[in-house]
């Protein structure tokens, strides 16, 4: 039995006690489950699967699906997963970012406030859509370095061409409503991040919930900089999982602009419009009780 092969099964197998223990769906938990049995039991080292065959070649393996292989692939190339560290409540974005060649803690701070950029997944995307663009600094020989960096880190050489659209701003900001209002209420389950919580205190809630085929986990952010700005209360995280890859989104209340007290999705400002917006009002209403 391969020595990685059991490291990985154990590393789904503590996904699924997570997210059993936060009340995931439980085909969500039974498929990190199976997967485990199949990897712990799998005759061939997944590192040697995954080197000869890619991101296809570990979906082949019975029980493995596209996000499983993928999460696999981040335990083989950079030996964690992302997933697993925030469900622990020990994910670090800022610091992510600023491992890249070119990308010192000062920037990757402001990509990750600016332009809602959490993984390198999502900095991949955005070397190529255009959103680096809009930060200065970014010269045309930095960018390349940049995308050459990513694509020999990610195991591929472009952005997943079956990656799905984003999600669109009406659904994030409906799991940012369903978040916040179970969190006032006491409904979700509290975790106790790793970071900034010296005495271990549960104090962070989180939702898994779906939408449309899409997974969501959404948790307050709990970066330097939100406790900086006292807004760990106010910034809310959420992942997407989906055929796509797994991305991040922040939403946040909107402190200047037209859309001044109302919930907006960092970096996406510009994609709102009438008929994507939840109600200005109503949402200032409801930022205004659940910060008091």
Known sequence: MSTINRRIARRLEEAADLLQSQGADRFRLSA??????????????????????????????PGVGPGIARAIRELITRGRLPMLDRLRGAADPEKVLGSVPGIGRKLAERLHVELGIHTLEDLEAAAHDGRLDTIAGFG????????DSLAQRLGRVRPDARAAPRPPISELLDVDREYRDKASRG??????????????TAWLPVLHTERHGRRYTALFSNTARAHRLGKTRD???????DSG????????????????????????????DQSSQIDHEQQKSHAAAFSR
Not at 32 to 46: D, F, K, N
Not at 235 to 241: A, K, L, N, Q
């Open 32 to 61: 990190y489950r199976r997967a485990a049995a199949t990897v712990r039991s799998w005759p061939e080292s997944l590192d040697q699967t995954f080197h000869s065959a890619g991101l296809e070649g570990l979906e082949e393996i």
């Open 140 to 147: 045309r020989k930095r960018l390349a370095g940049i995308q």
């Open 187 to 200: 409904q979700l389950p509290l975790i106790a991040p790793r970071r900034f919580n010296p005495e271990r």
């Open 235 to 241: 910034w809310v995280v959420i992942y997407t999982d």
């Open 245 to 272: 890859g797994d991305h991040q989104h922040t939403v946040i209340t909107a402190g200047r602009g037209p859309h001044r007290g109302a919930r907006i999705v960092a970096g996406r400002e510009g994609e709102l």
